[in-house]
């Protein structure tokens, strides 16, 4: 891949900081653009849209100037599987906000200079109808959530908005159960993460839906390597669009995961177990069919995965920086 600018949005998250590693070292001839200033007011609507506009020109300022390939990566979003519509409204203001500016500043002025955005989905989100079956990106989305339609809808703004740029790519990833060093510890998702809190702050713990409960966890790095690899090939083969499931393709009950914990810890987590009030299905069994012959990908095992988001929590809490679970 020729000279690439590349942005990513929600660099601070799970998968944005793990993204900047990853496409550093798969990219090696791409370059990082970092917006001013560093995080948008996203809780401020009125200024989110100045930042947004002042952003993206300046993001197609510097694409000029250099004469540049461009990449756009949407890693940010506070919303959660239990967000109402209201909620994750601002996230769909923003978005949509973005791709009318992209189109003005960059694909709709200079179409010969060709770019690509990546926009992080979630695979649970989206088929958390579908029961029983072996979930590809041939299936169709069922999401029964306020946020699984969310998710379903920025997937579709995006790949309509492509059409109208003949030299604009799109790679929409939807992601299994993302956990790994890093996340978010005042957002409301990350059982893994979760987990580790309240054993170290030793609480108990609530949970919500069966223990047999099966789902496909991802450690953030794999995924980003994932990503990283399928944008290189997105960037040379130039498709229009392309739909790729990002997943461990291995199933794994909570039961097993804090199994895991109380081996590695010789303490045991205290679960308390609540009515189940979720609509999620018991299982979401992942396979990804599209782009499956890339090399040199890792997998980190999910015990090992777990060790080192667990470590990682224990340095926080030494040097006072771990928030205790609420």
């Given at each position: 891949?020729?000279?690439?600018?590349?942005?990513?949005?929600?660099?601070?998250?799970?998968?944005?900081?793990?993204?900047?590693?990853?496409?550093?070292?798969?990219?090696?001839?791409?370059?990082?653009?970092?917006?001013?200033?560093?995080?948008?007011?996203?809780?401020?609507?009125?200024?989110?849209?100045?930042?947004?506009?002042?952003?993206?020109?300046?993001?197609?300022?510097?694409?000029?100037?250099?004469?540049?390939?461009?990449?756009?990566?949407?890693?940010?979003?506070?919303?959660?599987?239990?967000?109402?519509?209201?909620?994750?409204?601002?996230?769909?203001?923003?978005?949509?906000?973005?791709?009318?500016?992209?189109?003005?500043?960059?694909?709709?002025?200079?179409?010969?200079?060709?770019?690509?955005?990546?926009?992080?989905?979630?695979?649970?989100?989206?088929?958390?109808?579908?029961?029983?079956?072996?979930?590809?990106?041939?299936?169709?989305p069922q999401p029964v959530s306020d946020y699984g339609t969310h998710k379903f809808r920025m997937e579709q703004a995006l790949e309509?908005?492509?059409?109208?740029?003949?030299?604009?790519?799109?790679?929409?990833?939807?992601?299994?159960?993302?956990?790994?060093?890093?996340?978010?510890?005042?957002?409301?998702?990350?059982?893994?993460?979760?987990?580790?809190?309240?054993?170290?702050?030793?609480?108990?713990?609530?949970?919500?839906?069966?223990?047999?409960?099966?789902?496909?966890?991802?450690?953030?790095?794999?995924?980003?390597?994932?990503?990283?690899?399928?944008?290189?090939?997105?960037?040379?083969?130039?498709p229009r669009a392309i739909l790729k499931i990002f997943a461990s393709e291995d199933t794994t009950s909570l039961a097993r995961i804090?199994?895991?914990?109380?081996?590695?810890?010789?303490?045991?987590?205290?679960?308390?177990?609540?009515?189940?009030?979720?609509?999620?299905?018991?299982?979401?069994?992942?396979?990804?069919?599209?782009?499956?012959?890339?090399?040199?990908?890792?997998?980190?095992?999910?015990?090992?995965?777990?060790?080192?988001?667990?470590?990682?929590?224990?340095?926080l809490f030494r040097h006072g920086l771990l928030p205790p679970p609420s």
């Amino acid at each position: 891949m020729s000279d690439t600018l590349l942005w990513v949005v929600g660099s601070g998250g799970l998968l944005g900081s793990h993204l900047l590693r990853a496409t550093s070292q798969r990219l090696s001839n791409a370059r990082f653009w970092q917006t001013e200033p560093p995080h948008f007011s996203w809780t401020k609507p009125t200024k989110l849209a100045e930042e947004l506009s002042h952003a993206v020109a300046t993001f197609a300022a510097a694409v000029y100037a250099n004469k540049s390939a461009w990449v756009l990566l949407w890693c940010a979003g506070k919303g959660v599987m239990s967000s109402s519509a209201a909620a994750l409204q601002p996230e769909w203001w923003a978005w949509s906000r973005l791709l009318d500016l992209l189109g003005h500043y960059l694909a709709g002025h200079h179409g010969d200079l060709p770019g690509a955005i990546f926009l992080a989905s979630s695979a649970g989100g989206i088929y958390s109808g579908n029961l029983g079956a072996l979930l590809t990106e041939h299936t169709p989305p069922q999401p029964v959530s306020d946020y699984g339609t969310h998710k379903f809808r920025m997937e579709q703004a995006l790949e309509k908005w492509v059409e109208m740029f003949p030299n604009t790519s799109c790679l929409i990833g939807r992601i299994s159960n993302l956990y790994g060093p890093g996340q978010d510890l005042y957002k409301g998702q990350g059982i893994i993460s979760h987990l580790s809190r309240c054993l170290i702050y030793r609480r108990p713990v609530n949970i919500y839906v069966s223990l047999d409960t099966r789902r496909d966890y991802l450690f953030a790095d794999d995924c980003a390597h994932q990503i990283a690899a399928s944008l290189s090939r997105l960037m040379t083969e130039r498709p229009r669009a392309i739909l790729k499931i990002f997943a461990s393709e291995d199933t794994t009950s909570l039961a097993r995961i804090v199994g895991v914990f109380f081996r590695m810890s010789k303490h045991r987590p205290l679960i308390v177990s609540r009515q189940p009030r979720s609509t999620q299905p018991t299982g979401l069994k992942l396979r990804s069919e599209v782009w499956r012959n890339m090399r040199g990908l890792r997998r980190t095992d999910l015990a090992a995965g777990i060790h080192l988001v667990h470590e990682h929590q224990l340095t926080l809490f030494r040097h006072g920086l771990l928030p205790p679970p609420s």
